[in-house]
């Protein structure tokens, strides 16, 4: 006697082929994790704290410009835009773009805060009047030389946890790791 291999109905292959693509996706995304993690800053996000921190030490005034390199799902870039700033995120990982891009369609903040898909090496931020940072310590030092080159004089940066070596902090939030520079040319 022989067995019939296959699928009995259109569910069940629809079931497969939905199991499937599911894998695949994720597959995706664990490797944008990975990519991430190895262009200098893998997604972990910011506490609530710790983002409030950032946006108090940024100084943020009606209309400046940040950006937010790493911005992951996009929490700095909604309190940026809070604070009245034109919020972008440059970000690797496509998922976490359209999450953020789609938070803001929906959200109050919609045409404040844009998401880019980037990679944040290859992105120029001389538009920025301040730049969000928690990426991984070794590669702080390939970023503080595109700053900078890339930003203008005066223009602050707030890093979350590391510091750039050989950098003069003129704000800092001690007990949630904070840290606010000015570009000196």
């Not at 996706?25 to 994790?33: E, G, H, S, V």
């Not at 880019?116 to 940072?133: E, N």
Request: charge should be positive; proline fraction near 4%; aromatic fraction near 14%.
């Amino acid at each position: 006697m022989t067995e019939r291999i296959g699928y009995n109905t259109g569910v069940e292959l629809i079931v497969a082929v939905g199991f499937l693509v599911f894998q695949i996706l994720f597959a995706i995304f664990f490797l944008f994790l990975c990519l991430a993690f190895v262009t200098g800053g893998p997604f972990v996000p910011s506490n609530r704290k710790s983002v409030g921190a950032m946006i108090a030490l940024a100084r943020i005034t009606k209309d400046m410009t940040v950006i937010d390199v790493g911005s992951g799902d996009g929490r700095v870039l909604f309190a940026a835009a809070k604070a009245g700033a034109l919020a972008i995120g440059v970000e690797i990982n496509p998922y976490l773009v359209w999450f953020t891009r789609i938070r803001a369609a929906v959200g109050p903040y919609k045409g404040r805060v844009r998401a880019v898909w980037s990679d944040l090496w290859k992105y120029d931020l001389s538009g920025a009047d301040v730049v969000f940072v928690y990426l991984i310590p070794w590669r702080m030092e390939e970023l503080a030389s595109k700053l900078k080159r890339e930003l203008k004089p005066n223009a602050t940066v707030v890093t979350n946890s590391f510091i750039f070596p050989g950098w003069k902090r003129v704000r800092e939030d001690a007990a949630h790791h904070v840290y606010a520079y000015k570009i000196e040319k």
